[in-house]
Structures are given as structure tokens and as C-alpha cells.
């Protein structure tokens, strides 16, 4: 099983600032089949990168991804107040086919 | 626009089976892959298995032997049975669609369910 590990565990910032997530897998991802949601309380869940660095429909492009192999990013260029949220990173595998890492929640400095 | 929506009892005694229903409206369940997916109180999301509209499965070995995804094509729905349920089984459970096998880009908002006596 594919282990990812996102860091900061919580990031603190302002609006208009930028932010930088990582996710680190314990062994290279497969086709670079690595995604990015956002999670807010109550809402559905929101696809915003897959395969790496290819935004989903509808996303701003302030988000983006980026990384290959086993270490990946997601940036968002200048944060704006409804991006404060907790962040997943999600792999794509053999067994099982989804893992997910443990989420990065963007708070408000 | 696709649109999932989850539904099923917010309560289930420990020991019984847990049932979810996902409503798909917007395109046809005869297409792609249908995931659940789950977060328990303060933790991360965990894959529970995905279905193919051939009934074709694949799940997390972790839940394999407890769970079952089957697909109702004439409602245009897929389902969950997860058995013999404990407090660890507390969660928001989403169900998601997955257009090519390697993420999920249309989510439910998530029901809750608890187990409790």
C-alpha cells in the first residue's frame, strides 16, 4: 500500500498570501495518478487537480499542482477567504485503489 | 449538472448492517465507476470499494470482508451494505463518481451515520 504524507499539518495565513501543500508518497505513483480535494463542513467535497498538475472544470487558476514520483505540491497563488479549508491529497493504485493522506487544514492567521 | 445524494438510517445498532443508498441524477449509472468513501469523527478519508456498472467490484482489503457495493440500474442507484458494524464504523459516508479509474471528480455532500445501542 501506497502511504502518503501531507505536511504542515495545519497552515496559518492571510488572505492574499500565498500557500504551498505538500504530499509525499512512500513509493512512486503510478502514471503521476495523484489528486487534490478540498473538504468543507457540511459541503461535498471538491475535486481540484488530478494527475498531478491537470485542474478539474470549474477550478480558479490560483490552484495548482505540480511534482512527479513520490513528492507532489499543491499551491494556491493568493489565497482568498473561501479557501480556507482542509486539503487531501489522493493516490491511485493496486491495492487498495484509493489512498488518501491525512489532509492539511488552511486556517486564517 | 451530475449530482450524487447519499441516504440511509443516521443510526445503526453495533453488531447489525450498516445500508446507504447513493442517487445518481445527470448522467447514467451505465457509465464510469461508483465509489463510497468514509470519515470517521477527526480522521482522514478512507476508500471503502467501487462499482462498475457490470457489477464488476473492487474494495479495500481492510473493510473486503464486510462490505458490499451493488448497483441498481433501472433507479439509477448504487448501494452500500458494510456488516457486523462497530463504533470504529462512525463516519460521514460519501459516495462518488470516478470517471477513468483514477479520482473522484463529483461528489455527494455525505450523510452521517453513528453506531450505537
Known amino acids: 500500500e501506497v502511504v502518503l504524507t501531507q505536511s504542515p499539518g495545519t497552515l496559518s495565513l492571510s488572505p492574499g498570501e500565498k500557500a504551498t501543500l505538500s504530499c509525499r508518497a512512500s513509493r512512486s505513483v503510478g502514471g503521476n495518478f495523484l489528486a487534490w480535494y478540498q473538504l468543507k463542513p457540511g459541503q461535498a467535497p471538491r475535486l481540484l487537480i488530478y494527475t498531478a498538475s491537470t485542474r478539474a472544470t470549474g477550478i480558479p487558476d490560483r490552484f495548482s499542482g505540480s511534482g512527479s514520483g513520490t513528492a507532489f505540491t499543491l499551491t494556491i497563488s493568493r489565497l482568498e477567504p473561501e479557501d480556507f479549508a482542509v486539503y487531501y491529497c489522493q493516490q491511485y493504485g493496486n491495492s487498495p485503489r484509493f489512498t488518501f493522506g491525512q489532509g492539511t487544514k488552511l486556517e486564517i492567521k | 449538472q451530475v449530482q450524487l445524494q447519499e441516504s440511509g438510517p443516521g443510526l445503526v445498532r453495533p453488531s447489525e448492517t450498516l445500508s446507504l443508498t447513493c442517487s445518481v441524477s445527470?448522467?447514467?449509472?451505465?457509465?464510469?465507476?461508483w465509489s463510497w468513501i468514509r470519515q470517521p469523527p477527526g480522521k482522514g478519508l478512507e476508500w471503502i470499494g467501487y462499482?462498475?456498472?457490470?457489477?464488476?467490484?473492487n474494495y479495500n482489503p481492510s473493510l473486503e470482508s464486510r462490505a458490499t457495493i451493488s448497483v441498481n440500474k433501472s433507479k439509477n442507484q448504487f448501494s452500500l451494505r458494510l456488516s457486523s458494524v462497530t463504533a470504529a464504523d462512525t463516519a460521514v459516508y460519501y459516495c462518488?463518481?470516478?470517471?477513468?479509474?483514477?479520482?473522484?471528480?463529483?461528489w455527494g455532500q455525505g450523510t452521517t451515520v453513528t453506531v450505537s445501542s
Open positions: 462518488a463518481r470516478d470517471p477513468n479509474e483514477n479520482h473522484l471528480d463529483v
Open positions: 445527470g448522467v447514467s449509472i451505465t457509465s464510469f465507476y
Open positions: 462499482i462498475y456498472h457490470s457489477g464488476y467490484t
